[in-house]
């Protein structure tokens, strides 16, 4: 007979934000005074407050941390900065400094990467809303024109017809991968043979050069293995392709949506302890490639248009705290200069939030806002601080 197992009756203990949490780890703040050896106080005099802050070297260290943990696993990698991520002229330059084309999804982002020195056959240029203009401008420049919808499809075939040019496109696929919900706002479906129609119907064209094939499977993606399924099809699609048309696919392009090392609202842990590395990303990715039936003197140039985990780590948002006060219910409250405004990523994000010079370690449970006349602008709802 065996014994009734022991009952241990449940503890409920009330858990703060801060110290100590459940693990009884105690709150250790460390303030960030400088920017790559750069004064913050001396930033805030300079520009006044509040201030956006971007590190030109960590911009390129986390540049050069994701190219190797690719180009170390598959021979032809091609990064292709997403202008939609952060168009400013300054951190685009920063990228094709660092040998990344340009991945646009307007004429406007398209005449920025033009403006910045990026040569025609060096922009992929993505989305559903690309004008007449827009066509003929990349098309007669030698870019990559993904091909979102049939309509599309259509007007770059009478465009060509008209000019005689041709046209090196791609198909943007959504497929199944796992990911919930599915992003079937853009491209063609791949399980229900949508995607195989257009290539066919492209592959009949005179003027029309099919180039590769790409898609994207959402944003803040943290299972890695969906790219692998991503990688997988379009690598099955390419070798249909090759064996109905004896057509070689230049390239296999799998979007971005990496997660940056943003901590999501809700979530217990930080999102530095959770989220893929590159190296993970890159495995999935590589693996399916290296894996798949493609012939060995065919293997495609991959693609990568990784966009908020190049430049999340590099951003900062510095100001002022313009008052301490107590709200109704006791807890302390700041106010400080920076609002959702400046800041909507708030809404979803649980950013870091440091002071920016020496205090004291006593921390209290805190709730950091600015002065809009809303009540939803709050920064961050509770946090230990000074």
């Known amino acids: 007979m065996m014994d009734k197992p022991k009952f241990d009756r449940p503890v409920i203990n009330r858990i703060n934000a801060g110290v100590p949490d459940k693990f009884g780890m105690r709150t250790n703040i460390r303030p960030i005074t400088t920017i790559d050896n750069v004064s913050i106080n001396r930033l805030l005099k300079e520009y006044g407050s509040p201030l956006y802050v971007l590190s030109e070297q960590t911009i390129r260290d986390t540049y050069r941390e994701a190219e190797s943990a690719f180009k170390t696993r598959y021979p032809k990698v091609q990064f292709a900065w997403s202008y939609k991520t952060n168009y400013m002229n300054a951190v685009c330059r920063v990228f094709h400094q660092e040998d990344a084309w340009a991945e646009v999804v307007s004429g406007f982002e398209y005449e920025k990467a033009i403006a910045n020195g990026v040569p025609g056959n060096k922009i992929i240029f993505n989305g559903p809303d690309k004008s007449r203009s827009d066509l003929e401008l990349g098309i007669k420049n030698g870019s990559l024109i993904h091909i979102d919808h049939f309509d599309e499809l259509y007007e770059i075939i009478d465009i060509v017809d008209d000019s005689e040019e041709i046209a090196k496109v791609a198909i943007r696929i959504n497929m199944d991968t796992g990911i919930y919900p599915q992003w079937d706002r853009f491209g063609f479906n791949f399980e229900n043979g949508e995607a195989w129609a257009a290539v066919n119907k492209i592959m009949t064209q005179e003027h029309l050069e099919l180039m590769g094939l790409h898609t994207h499977i959402g944003t803040y993606i943290m299972t890695p ?112 200069d920076i609002g959702v405004n400046m800041l909507f990523t708030s809404f979803w994000y649980e950013h870091n939030i440091v002071p920016a010079q020496e205090h004291q370690q006593d921390t209290e449970d805190t709730t950091i806002y600015r002065p809009l006349c809303m009540n939803i602008d709050v920064i961050r709802s509770a946090v230990q601080f000074p």
């Open 225 to 336: 293995v969906s790219y692998g399924i991503a990688t997988r099809k379009m690598a099955e699609l390419a070798v249909r392709i090759d064996r109905k048309f004896d057509h070689v696919i230049k390239y296999i392009d799998v979007g971005g949506g990496f997660a940056s090392k943003n901590t999501l609202k809700g979530a217990y842990l930080p999102g530095s302890d959770t989220c893929p590395s590159f190296d993970e990303y890159a495995e999935a990715i590589t693996d399916a490639l290296n894996n798949s039936d493609i012939r060995h003197d065919r293997m495609p140039t991959l693609f990568l248009e990784t966009g908020r985990a190049l430049i999340d780590d590099a951003g900062y948002l510095a100001g002022t705290v313009l008052a301490n006060k107590r709200l109704a219910d006791g807890r302390r409250s700041l106010v400080i």
